[in-house]
């Protein structure tokens, strides 16, 4: 059983920064990809960044390269999201998810990801 606890999210200013933690649960957690998915309201779920088992490789969605950092610390079972720059359009509830990963390749995509926390909530003020 897997299981992923995000937290850290609330409000913020426009240019203001945030972490966001994911707790994951699980005996193989250094063995899985971990990904960052937001969803606005009425919109569908979308892509933000992965990173590696190891942590040595990520991958951003084009809307958040050179502001959002995802980093992961596998000894203490979290993987992070640092957003810096944040706009009123990165306004949404932020997931973490997790796959059992076959390969070095990163994926982007929501089916690719069949384990899923709650989400929090972000919020970015004008």
């Known amino acids: 059983q897997v299981k992923l606890v995000e937290s850290g999210g609330g409000l913020v200013q426009a240019g203001g920064s945030l972490r966001l933690s994911c707790a994951f649960s699980?005996?193989?957690?250094?063995?899985?990809?971990l990904g960052w998915f937001r969803q606005a309201p009425g919109k569908e779920r979308e892509f933000v960044g992965a990173i590696s088992w190891g942590g040595r490789s990520t991958y951003y969605a084009d809307s958040v390269k050179g502001r959002f950092t995802i980093s992961r610390d596998n000894a203490k079972n979290t993987v992070y999201l640092q957003m810096n720059s944040l706009q009123p359009e990165d306004t949404a509830v932020y997931y973490c998810?997790?796959?059992?990963?076959?390969?070095?390749?990163?994926?982007?995509?929501?089916?690719?990801?069949?384990?899923w926390g709650q989400g929090t909530q972000v919020t970015v003020s004008s």
């Open positions: 699980g005996r193989t957690f250094s063995t899985y990809h």
């Open positions: 998810a997790a796959r059992d990963s076959g390969s070095p390749t990163l994926r982007t995509a929501v089916y690719e990801y069949p384990y």
